[in-house]
């Protein structure tokens, strides 16, 4: 369901809001200085009013700026005055067109898919109108405007901007020749799009696209030359189309007909020229790139799936999607050079993403094409022109694929031999220079210390390693010969263990090209010890966990920053840094607080306020945050720090307060400068007195942060706080649960959280016995509720993944709630015995306190037979021998039930899912275990009138196969006969010590069972029979012969 508009709050005329969202301030800007407009010019004449207008811009820079966004927002949102707007907009505008420029550049790059359909279709005519116009720096918006349509989505709103724009560059052709750059993004972005445009529907566009890039590099092409090497390869994707083909054959061939400075050795000078970021970052739209860049900067490695998945979702998830891919590993190896404090932390790697692009491609083009974007660079590196950034994930891909994922590594290092002979042959000399170049550079740089665990693994086939040796002698060659007496294989293996123990640990010094310098590859004999032990004393690891290594306190620096504040609060600052009484700090933070709420603060000070700040507190956010002994006293004292102030100031302001939005920008900042004070924030509001019921204060919290979503940012700071102190952890759980979850999640995310069960993992992969008995107890008192009806189920399954003692912990945790078993006991569908021993032997000390339940029945029935899985058997026994009735009258209800339905429709039941579905075979062979189980015994369970019923019920209408395969379990009722039919003089009735006297009546068999029955005779008798078997004995049942 769609949100409803809120009440007294109307939506928003520029820009698609829901309930949820805070009123916009460029909205709420656009819409005052409308107000201005309107009240210059409400029932005066045409004239009059430009004369008003005219004489209020005269007034100040100000009132300049206030006509001119009025103009521009109605320009934006009442079509049938666009015209006028725009004349009147050039009339009094005084810049130059600078302010909308800027305003339009804004939209683009932070609204642009919020904006209403109506005003996305004006802004686009209004940058055709400025194109038309000549304003100066129109060609800069227009190029905003094309980053934002999207490669591979052939939607009806990115297919009609993408025409829109075309349009724009073959109206006004002219005018784009004047602009270098213009031109060669146009030819960037629409050779790219090209390749995602060729459905028939799309011929007629694509035809445009095609004629647009092949005239402008035909007739501008040293100003397309500037694209760099990219050019080839978008030129290489698409060279089969007709046009396409000519010009790639003069480019390879003929290079001067498209240019006289282009020589003979013009094609080898692309080639080496590297791509400039902006060209590879126009093919990602804003939202795209922002997505990207935070999980490059701000995902912890190990946490990244939830991301990738909603990436997928949002971009990857369609056929066309695909060709996507290669802008994306473009991107992130020409552009997202992360920094060294990046790099040595546990931030989600560049190679770990390019791996998930590549293992998720479901089109071998796509792959193909994927994988020559991963090693471009590679082609025609040169040290000098080129920088390791761009060549390091593909060597980390092929490195850390070598184990869980040696098919991608094999397949990488094999396109990486192939590509030098077939790429381009007059060339493949310097192609192969250029990889010779690459490795040898990242063997220079200690990327990675050696190639030749990589080059000749075992885990290679022959071939590939023959050919690798062949290709690349130079680096398959161990750096030191086996020791003597020791397995070559063995030998291997441990040198690619340290190899990998290197790259988890390494830490780069310089941004670019001396990333790798300076790092040592040696380890001290002891840790050599603990890496060489043997593989039998492994323990496998689930998860990424980061060293922790001892602190070292330095003094804070705050240097870079300080100076860039004002006299005033520099003086403060530099108070904060000086003392060391927690008390006076506090002080000089509630002035530094008063400063920031005063109305002429600089706002632009902000992230360098929050810089000096988190580098005076670091030493605050080490170290445990929970007392020892917990005491309202100890609490109270724990959240008396100063970076608590800004908490405090906020919790005791109205959230419509100005101030409010203030504070929570200042921790937004800090919270970007030091990710701690989320989880920090949390236990404020559950430890301190003046916080008492302002939870919901979080949610402001998180909704100010860059992350803008309450899930992510609870997640994370949760993660954060259970990788710091466990401790913690436990004690926010109840109030994380019970408040935040409550007051916030349900409204907003109503099962998100819960169904996830990702912040239960959390908690169970790091508890002890203790912390565990103490979450049970406060589940128990009525403290914590950590399970639902509509949830559970799923997060037991996707417990079944975790670890043992995570899943014994989930499962006690569940049992200290007050649910119906019968709530997940459709859980039995997906255990397997072997895979989930765990959630197995739970469910059978559950089960076995419980009374069965029809429900209960059919699903322990419908658990595959296996000699070794003795489930089934062993809780039909226990009930057998409990509730002996009651399970009789559930196994005859389904026998009859199952006998009644057809064969043929029980087959196809049965192989329609990937569940397990009960049939009427499976019922009978369960029986028949239990038969055998119970037969040493003096359980009768078996001489009880209902299960006797549906035995004869089932014989009578059952194929002969049947029939012979269970003849020992039908022979149970043979013995038996009706109460209201005569017995014959041979029999006798069953001896007086039978435990319940036989009550009811055979279900007669219909005309239709009979002919069904004679039916399914017919078809065993098409078949050649087995022998008859004698009709054996059984414990079960008194024998009525002497």
């Known amino acids: 369901m769609e949100p409803s508009p809120a009440k007294g709050k109307p939506q928003g005329r520029l820009l698609v809001s829901t309930t949820l969202d805070a009123k916009d301030e460029l909205e709420e800007r656009l819409e005052r200085c409308v107000g201005i407009v309107t009240s210059l010019t409400n029932g005066l004449s045409e004239r009059e009013a430009n004369d008003a207008i005219t004489a209020n811009v005269c007034k100040g820079p100000q009132q300049h700026e206030e006509v001119c966004l009025g103009l521009f927002a109605l320009l934006l949102t009442e079509p049938p005055q666009a015209q006028r707007c725009y004349r009147d907009l050039t009339l009094v505008n005084r810049d130059g067109m600078n302010v909308i420029l800027i305003k339009i550049n804004q939209i683009l790059m932070e609204k642009f898919l919020k904006l209403q359909d109506v005003c996305r279709t004006q802004l686009v005519w209004l940058v055709r109108e400025l194109v038309k116009s000549g304003v100066i720096g129109a060609d800069g918006v227009l190029m905003t405007l094309m980053k934002q349509i999207a490669g591979g989505d052939i939607t009806s709103k990115n297919l009609w901007l993408a025409e829109n724009v075309l ?56 100003e397309c030359f500037i694209i760099g090497r990219d050019l080839v390869r978008l030129l290489q994707i698409v060279a089969r189309i007709p046009e396409m083909e000519l010009l790639w054959k003069d480019l390879l061939h003929n290079p001067q007909a498209l240019s006289p400075q282009f020589t003979g050795k013009g094609l080898l000078q692309l080639l080496t020229a590297r791509t400039s970021r902006k060209f590879l970052a126009c093919r990602l739209t804003p939202d795209m790139e922002t997505k990207l860049l935070f999980m490059t900067s701000r995902v912890r490695f190990g946490q990244q799936k939830r991301y990738q998945d909603w990436f997928q979702r949002q971009y990857l998830s369609t056929a066309e999607s695909q060709s996507l891919r290669c802008d994306l590993i473009r991107y992130i190896c020409g552009v997202v050079h992360p920094s060294n404090e990046v790099l040595s932390s546990d931030i989600l790697p560049r190679w770990a993403i390019i791996g998930w692009l590549l293992t998720t491609c479901t089109s071998n083009v796509a792959a193909s094409n994927a994988k020559l974007a991963l ?67 990242i063997m220079e740089k200690r990327v990675l210390a050696h190639l030749a665990p990589l080059f000749d693994n075992p885990k290679l086939d ?44 390494h830490v780069l010094l310089d941004k670019e090209d001396g990333c790798y310098d300076n790092t040592e590859a040696a380890f001290s004999d002891d840790e050599e010890e603990v890496n060489n032990k043997g593989e039998g004393n492994k323990k496998r690891e689930f998860r990424f966990h980061p060293i922790k290594e001892a602190v070292i306190e330095e003094p804070a620096d705050i240097t870079p920053y300080v100076d860039q504040l004002d006299d005033t609060m520099k003086e403060k600052v530099l108070q904060l840094q000086k003392g060391s009484d927690t008390e006076a700090h506090c002080e000089v933070m509630q002035e530094i607080v008063d400063l920031v709420l005063e109305e002429d603060f600089d706002s632009e000070q902000m992230s360098t306020l929050a810089s000096c700040l988190a580098e005076l507190f670091k030493g605050h956010f080490r170290g445990d945050v929970l007392p020892d002994d917990i005491t309202e006293e100890s609490l109270e004292e724990s959240v008396c720090k100063p970076v608590c102030l800004v908490f405090r100031n906020l919790c005791q302001m109205q959230e419509d307060n100005s101030g409010f939005s203030v504070l929570l920008e200042m921790l937004a900042e800090l919270y970007q400068k ?31 942060t860059a992350l803008g979503d309450l899930h992510t940012c609870l997640m994370m700071d949760m993660k954060a706080c259970q990788e710091d102190d466990i401790r913690l952890l436990c004690y926010l759980t109840p109030s994380i649960y019970t408040e935040v979850h409550t007051n916030v999640f349900y409204a907003e995310f109503p099962d998100e959280t819960l169904r996830s069960g990702e912040l239960l993992n959390m908690i169970v992969a790091v508890i002890d016995s203790t912390q565990l008995q103490e979450l049970m107890c406060h589940v128990m008192i009525g403290n914590l509720v950590m399970f639902r009806k509509d949830s559970v189920l799923n997060i037991l399954i996707q417990s079944l993944e975790w670890e043992t003692f995570e899943q014994y912990s989930a499962w006690q945790l569940f049992l200290a709630h007050s649910i119906p078993l019968e709530t997940i006991i459709p859980i039995l569908q997906h255990l397997k015995y072997k895979e989930h021993p765990e959630a197995l032997s739970c469910l059978l000390l559950q089960l076995r306190r ?31 021998a409990k509730h002996d009735d009651v399970l009789g009258e559930h196994i005859k209800a389904l026998l009859i039930k199952n006998n009644n339905m057809p064969r043929k429709r ?58 012979m395969r269970f003849s020992d379990l039908f022979s149970l009722a043979e013995e038996y006969e009706e109460p209201s039919s005569k017995p014959p003089k041979s029999r006798r009735k069953a001896p007086a010590s039978s435990p319940r006297s036989r009550k009811g009546t055979v279900t007669p068999v219909s005309n239709e069972e009979e002919s069904a029955s004679s039916s399914a005779s017919e078809e065993e008798d098409s078949k050649p029979k087995a022998p008859k078997r004698k009709r054996k004995g059984s414990s079960a049942v008194a024998s009525d012969s002497d």
């Not at 006004?172 to 529907?201: F, N």
């Not at 161990?478 to 397995?487: L, Q």
């Open 850 to 880: 419980e009374k069965p339940s029809g429900e209960m029945v059919k699903m322990v029935l419908s658990r595959p037979c296996h000699p070794e899985d003795q489930f089934t058997t062993s809780i039909l026994r226990h009930w057998a």
């Open 462 to 505: 022959r071939e590939l390693r023959s050919m690798l040796r062949e290709r690349f002698a130079e680096f398959c060659s161990s750096p030191s010969p086996p020791t003597e007496g020791r397995d070559e294989g063995a030998n291997e293996m441990k040198m690619e263990e340290s190899v990998s123990l290197e790259m988890d640990n």
């Open 375 to 441: 090693f471009y660079d590679w082609l025609f590196f040169s040290p000098e022109k080129d920088s390791i950034m761009n060549i390091e994930p593909a060597i980390l891909v092929m490195h850390h694929s070598m184990k869980p994922h040696p098919a991608i590594t094999a397949t990488l290092l094999d396109f990486m031999c192939r590509i030098i002979p077939h790429f381009f042959p007059p060339l493949e000399g310097q192609v192969r220079q250029g990889v010779f170049n690459s490795l040898t550079f």
């Open 167 to 222: 349009d724009i560059l073959l109206d006004q052709r002219e005018w784009v020749l004047k602009s270098g750059m213009l031109i060669a993004m146009s030819v960037y972005t629409y050779l790219r799009l090209i390749v995602d445009h060729g459905t028939p529907a799309l011929l007629v566009l694509r035809q445009k696209e095609v004629d647009l890039c092949i005239g402008l590099l035909r007739e501008k092409f040293m």
């Open 906 to 963: 029980q087959s196809l039941r049965s192989s329609s899912s990937k569940l397990a579905q009960l049939t009427l075979e499976q019922i009978l062979e369960h029986m028949d275990n239990l038969r055998l189980n119970l037969s040493n015994t003096k359980n009768s369970f078996f001489t009880q009138t209902p299960i006797l019923q549906a035995l004869q019920h089932v014989q009578a209408s059952c194929d002969e196969a049947h029939k």
């Open 674 to 704: 030091q990710p701690k004070i989320g989880y920090h924030l949390l236990y404020y509001l559950r430890a301190s007195k003046a916080a008492m019921g302002k939870m919901s204060l979080y949610e402001s919290f998180a909704q100010a």
